[in-house]
C-alpha cells in the first residue's frame, strides 16, 4: 500500500496554533466503530491524517471474508496520492474503534494551507517523502524470513496498539486472525499457523485464535538476531 504513510511525525511537527489553524482550514470529521472513511475503488481525492482512534484497512477475499492489511492510529497518514490525477484507493479503511477522528485534505485546501501556513506545507511535504523509506521497508521486509516478518507484524501492533501487562507481555487489543497476520505479513494461513508455533515455543508469543499477547522487547531483539543471521 504505497499510499500509506505511518508514524509520518507530521503532527509533531506543528506547533499549536498552526494545529488550530489547520484545523479551521481543514475540520475534522468524526466516525463511529465500522463506519468507513473510504472504500476501495473511491476516488483518492483527500489526504487523510488519524488524529485519534484506530482503523482498519482491508479487503475483501474471493469469498467475501474481510482481510485487514494494516492497523492505522494517531499520526498515521492515508491517501498520499492525493495530488495524483485519477488516483484511487484499493482497499477500505473501516473503524475498528469508536471516537475516530480524522483531518482531511483536499488539493484546494493543500493550496490554503500551502499559502497561509508554509511551514506545515513543508512538514507534510517531509512527510510525503517518507513515503519513499516506508516503501524500502516493505521492500527490505519482502525478503526476510516468515518468522520475522510474522514477528514484525506482531511486535509494531503490540507496540502501537497494545496493553502491557505483568513481566514485559503485552496484550494485542485488536483481534487478528490468522487470515490477517498472513496478509499482513505476506505469507499464507498454514505458514502462519506454523510459525505462531515456533514462536510459541520460543517462549515470545501466547493465545491463539486472534488472541494474543507477545513478549514484546524479547521478541524485538530475537527477530534482529534471525534478521542478522539470515
Known amino acids: 500500500m504505497p499510499w500509506f504513510i505511518p508514524h509520518a511525525g507530521f503532527l509533531e511537527r506543528l506547533s499549536e496554533e498552526e494545529k488550530m489553524r489547520l484545523g479551521?482550514?481543514?475540520?475534522?470529521?468524526?466516525?463511529?466503530?465500522?463506519?468507513?472513511?473510504?472504500?476501495?475503488?473511491?476516488?483518492?481525492?483527500?489526504?487523510?491524517?488519524?488524529?485519534?482512534?484506530?482503523?482498519?484497512?482491508?479487503?475483501?477475499?474471493?469469498?467475501?471474508?474481510?482481510?485487514?492489511?494494516?492497523?492505522?492510529?494517531p499520526g498515521d497518514i492515508l491517501g498520499a496520492e492525493f495530488l495524483e490525477d485519477e488516483a484511487r484507493y484499493n482497499a477500505d479503511a473501516v473503524c475498528a474503534s469508536d471516537g475516530v477522528m480524522i483531518c482531511p485534505i483536499n488539493r484546494e485546501q493543500f493550496v490554503q494551507v500551502a499559502r497561509e501556513l508554509p511551514r506545515v506545507a513543508l512538514s507534510l511535504a517531509g512527510s510525503l517523502a517518507a513515503r519513499l523509506t516506508h516503501l524500502e521497508d516493505q521492500i527490505e521486509s519482502a525478503g526476510a524470513p516468515v518468522i520475522v516478518r510474522l514477528g514484525r507484524v506482531l511486535a509494531w501492533t503490540a507496540r502501537r496498539f497494545g496493553r502491557p501487562e505483568a513481566d514485559g507481555w503485552v496484550r494485542l487489543t485488536s483481534e487478528l486472525r490468522q487470515?490477517?497476520?498472513?496478509?499482513?505479513?505476506?505469507?499464507?494461513?498454514?505458514?502462519?499457523?506454523?510459525?505462531?508455533?515456533?514462536?510459541?515455543?520460543?517462549?515470545?508469543?501466547?493465545?491463539?485464535?486472534?488472541?494474543?499477547?507477545?513478549?514484546?522487547?524479547?521478541?524485538?531483539?530475537?527477530?534482529?538476531e534471525m534478521l542478522w543471521e539470515s
Open 24 to 73: 479551521q482550514i481543514c475540520p475534522p470529521r468524526s466516525y463511529g466503530k465500522d463506519e468507513a472513511v473510504f472504500l476501495s475503488g473511491d476516488a483518492c481525492d483527500e489526504l487523510t491524517i488519524v488524529l485519534d482512534g484506530m482503523l482498519k484497512v482491508v479487503r475483501q477475499d474471493p469469498s467475501g471474508r474481510e482481510r485487514i492489511l494494516h492497523l492505522s492510529g
Open 179 to 224: 487470515e490477517d497476520l498472513a496478509a499482513m505479513s505476506g505469507s499464507t494461513r498454514v505458514t502462519v499457523t506454523n510459525t505462531l508455533g515456533q514462536l510459541r515455543r520460543l517462549g515470545l508469543v501466547e493465545g491463539t485464535r486472534g488472541r494474543y499477547r507477545v513478549r514484546l522487547n524479547e521478541l524485538e531483539a530475537t527477530l534482529e
